[in-house]
Each structure stands twice: as structure tokens, then as C-alpha cells.
């Protein structure tokens, strides 16, 4: 099974600060194809998780632009530029190369 | 509205049974590989099975083989998932999602197995 590693596995942060998170996998997630299997979500509290990041650096619909992603191969990072409020819960990466699809282990983002 | 409802969670004891439904709406569901996501009280998340769009392929993480079957009907839009010999590592609130993006969640629901 493909190992996903975040780290943190918490962050606080100051509103309008920068905040990072680097995710790590155990086997590269570029297919042959060319496509990269690297997600990222946001888990609000009491609510489902959200896709914000596809194929590694891809907002999905609506998600704001202060939210960015890189990475390849078996290191990742996802970037929000600027911390608001609203963007407090737990983040996790993800990876669907492979099956069993595996998460990482969530990083949890809280505003100072 | 894209749209997964799940019901069917609860108390049950274990070794005991439960069927979980999955309700898709707004979307094309035949199109969609969906999958099955646990979530333990105060834990990550923990992808459990998924269904390829015709039912013709199914995968399951090693710590359901044998216990849970997936399954679909796409003349109802539906996902189910059959647990059967519950333990009380299973509980956890169960989700259906579209596989591979994973970009489609429902609320999900609770399944708490204990005596």
C-alpha cells in the first residue's frame, strides 16, 4: 500500500499569514499517462471532507485562489497564501494511483 | 443540485448486520466509479471499498474482505454497502463518494457497533 505522510499534523496560524503543508508519498503517483493522482481536502468541523486540489496543483470549482498546490512525483506541498478564518479544519492529502486509495493522516489548521 | 445522501447507519451489535444506502442525484451516476469512506470517531479518514460504473469490478481494503460487499444500481442511482460480522472497529460514520477525485461527498452516516 502507497504510505501518505503530512506534516505537519498541526498548524496555528495568524489570519492573513502564509501556512504550508507537505505531503509525502511512499511511491510515485505519476502515471504513465502523465497524469498525477495527488488530492487535497479541507474536513470542516461536523462536516464531510471538500476537494480543493486535484491532480496536484488544479482548484476545483470555487475553491478561492489563495489556496495553491505543487509538488511531483512523491513530494507534495499545498499552500494558502493568506489564512482566513474560515479555512480552519483538518486538511489531508490523498492519493488514487493505486489501490487501497490512502489518505494522509490529516493536518489540523487552527487560527491564532 | 450534485447531490449523495447516505442512510441506513446505526447501533447494532457485534457480529451482527447492516446495509447502507447511498442516493445520487444531480450527476450522472453510471459514469462514476463511487467509493465507500469510514470515518472512526476522532480519526482520519479510511477509504473502504469501491465499484467500478457497470458493477463489474469491486475492491475492498484488506480489513473488510470477507465482510462487506459493495454494490450498485444505477436504474436507481443507489450505492449500497452490505456489512455483515460487524466489529467494534467498524464504527465509524460511513461516507459514499465519487472514486478517483473523490470530488463529490454525502453528509454520512453513523454506524456504531457495540454491545
Known amino acids: 500500500d502507497i504510505v501518505m505522510t503530512q506534516t505537519p499534523l498541526s498548524l496555528s496560524v495568524t489570519p492573513g499569514q502564509p501556512a504550508s503543508i507537505s505531503c509525502k508519498s511512499t511511491?510515485?503517483?505519476?502515471?504513465?499517462?502523465?497524469?498525477?493522482?495527488l488530492y487535497w481536502y479541507l474536513q470542516k468541523p461536523g462536516q464531510p471532507p471538500q476537494l480543493l486540489i486535484y491532480?496536484?496543483?488544479n482548484r476545483f470549482s470555487g475553491v478561492p485562489e489563495r489556496f495553491s498546490g505543487s509538488g511531483s512525483g512523491t513530494d507534495f506541498t499545498l499552500k494558502i497564501s493568506r489564512v482566513e478564518a474560515e479555512d480552519v479544519g483538518v486538511y489531508y492529502c490523498?492519493?488514487?494511483?493505486?489501490?487501497?486509495?490512502?489518505f494522509g493522516q490529516g493536518t489540523k489548521v487552527e487560527i491564532k | 443540485e450534485v447531490q449523495l445522501v447516505e442512510s441506513g447507519g446505526g447501533l447494532v451489535q457485534p457480529g451482527g448486520s447492516l446495509r447502507l444506502s447511498c442516493a445520487a442525484s444531480g450527476f450522472t451516476f453510471n459514469s462514476y466509479w463511487m467509493s465507500w469512506v469510514r470515518q472512526a470517531p476522532g480519526k482520519g479518514l479510511e477509504w473502504v471499498a469501491n465499484i467500478k460504473q457497470d458493477g463489474s469490478e469491486k475492491y475492498y481494503v484488506d480489513s473488510v474482505k470477507g465482510r462487506f460487499t459493495v454494490s450498485r444500481d444505477n436504474a436507481k442511482n443507489s450505492l449500497y454497502l452490505q456489512m455483515n460480522s460487524l466489529r467494534a472497529e467498524d464504527t465509524a460514520v460511513y461516507y459514499c463518494a465519487s472514486d478517483e477525485a473523490f470530488d463529490i461527498w454525502g453528509q454520512g452516516t453513523m454506524v456504531t457497533v457495540s454491545s
Open positions: 511511491q510515485s503517483l505519476l502515471h504513465s499517462a502523465g497524469k498525477t493522482y
Open positions: 491532480e496536484v496543483s
Open positions: 490523498m492519493q488514487s494511483i493505486q489501490l487501497p486509495r490512502t
